[in-house]
């Protein structure tokens, strides 16, 4: 029987933090279905997504 792989909890938490902001950014349909066929015009869709999910954060 195979022994599990080691857990490390700062490796999984880093691997969440990056899970949960694709699963943010497919909301915006246009990045979810890769509407934009150009590599630039889509980069520049995910900054813009990205941004609007930045500004949309409360401050601390």
Do not use: H
């Not at 490796?11 to 699963?23: I, T």
């Not at 066929?37 to 941004?51: E, F, I, M, N, T």
Request: hydrophobic share 45%; charged share 35%.
């Amino acid at each position: 029987m195979a022994r599990p792989p080691a857990f490390d909890k700062e490796v999984y938490r880093d691997r969440n933090v990056v899970e949960r902001c694709f699963a943010r950014l497919k909301q915006f349909r246009a990045i979810a279905t890769r509407f934009d066929k150009l590599a630039d015009r889509y980069r520049a869709g995910v900054v813009l997504a990205s941004l609007i999910l930045w500004l949309r954060e409360p401050a601390t």
